[in-house]
C-alpha cells in the first residue's frame, strides 16, 4: 500500500515554543492531506484538511493562527504548532489519499508525532 | 447523537474465539466506512473497508454493513492474542475524503 512519512516520531518542547511536522507521501502525489490529533482514550479527530497550493480547510473549534499549516507541494504538508502550551500535547496523525482517487479510497496514515509541551 | 458510536469497552474474548466488534453511525456518515486498527502509541492501520450492504470477508475478518440500521460491523475469527488492541470504526461523508472516527472500542484476546 501507499506509505506516509511523518516526521518528528516525538518531541518535547518548552512551553511558547513552536513547532513543525512535516507530512510526507512517499510514492504519490496527494492534493489533499488531513491532520488529526489524539488525546490520550480518545478518538482522533480532525483539525483541518490541507490543500496544495491554497490555505487550509479548519474544523470547527481548531485555532487557524495556532496550528499553521502549509501544503507547498503535491507530497508534503506541515503542522506548525505556534506557542505550543501544555494542553497542546497531544499525538498527532496525518493521513493521505493518492491524488485522482475517488472519495470512497482508503486514506493512509503517517506514523504519528507525540507532542509534550511542558 | 455522536456520528460514529462504539462502545469503549474492553471486549474480552478467548484466544480462538470470534470477537464482535459494532459500531452505529448518524445521517451524516453514510458513504462509506472502515475499520482501523490501532496498537498504543502508534497510528491507524487499515483493516477493512465496506461501501455496500451486506457482508464482505477478508482472511479472519468479515465487515458487516447495514445501512437501513445504520449499523456496521467487524467479526474477527480465531481471535489471537496480537489482535489485542483498540478498533476505530469511522466512516465518511457524501463528497468528503476526511473519515469521522468512532471513540474505538479496546479488544482484549485472553492467551
Known amino acids: 500500500g501507499a506509505v506516509v512519512s511523518q516526521h518528528p516520531s516525538w518531541v518535547i518542547c518548552k512551553s511558547g515554543t513552536s513547532v513543525k511536522i512535516e507530512c510526507r507521501s512517499l510514492?504519490?502525489?496527494?492534493?489533499?492531506m488531513f491532520w488529526y490529533r489524539q488525546f490520550p482514550k480518545q478518538s482522533l479527530m480532525l483539525m483541518a484538511t490541507?490543500?496544495?497550493?491554497?490555505?487550509?480547510?479548519?474544523e470547527q473549534g481548531v485555532e487557524k493562527d495556532k496550528f499553521l499549516i502549509n501544503h507547498a507541494s503535491l507530497t508534503l504538508s506541515t503542522l506548525t504548532v505556534t506557542s505550543a502550551h501544555p494542553e497542546d500535547s497531544s499525538f498527532y496523525i496525518c493521513?493521505?489519499?493518492?491524488?485522482?482517487?475517488?472519495?470512497?479510497?482508503?486514506?493512509?496514515f503517517g506514523s504519528g508525532t507525540q507532542l509534550s509541551v511542558l | 447523537q455522536k456520528e460514529v458510536e462504539q462502545n469503549s469497552g474492553p471486549l474480552s474474548v478467548p484466544e480462538g474465539a470470534i470477537a464482535s466488534l459494532n459500531c452505529t453511525y448518524s445521517?451524516?456518515?453514510?458513504?462509506?466506512f472502515f475499520w482501523y486498527r490501532q496498537y498504543s502509541g502508534k497510528s491507524p492501520e487499515l483493516i477493512m473497508s465496506i461501501y455496500s450492504n451486506g457482508d464482505k470477508e477478508d482472511g479472519r475478518f468479515t465487515a458487516q454493513l447495514n445501512k437501513a440500521s445504520q449499523y456496521v460491523s467487524l467479526l474477527i475469527r480465531d481471535s489471537q492474542p496480537s489482535d489485542s488492541a483498540t478498533y476505530l470504526c469511522a466512516g465518511s461523508q457524501p463528497g468528503r475524503r476526511a473519515l469521522t472516527f468512532g471513540s474505538g472500542t479496546r479488544l482484549q484476546v485472553q492467551p
Open positions: 510514492d504519490f502525489q496527494a492534493t489533499t
Open positions: 493521513s493521505a489519499s493518492p491524488s485522482g482517487t475517488g472519495v470512497d479510497e482508503k486514506l493512509f
Open positions: 490541507s490543500n496544495e497550493g491554497s490555505k487550509a480547510t479548519y
Open positions: 445521517d451524516r456518515v453514510s458513504q462509506s
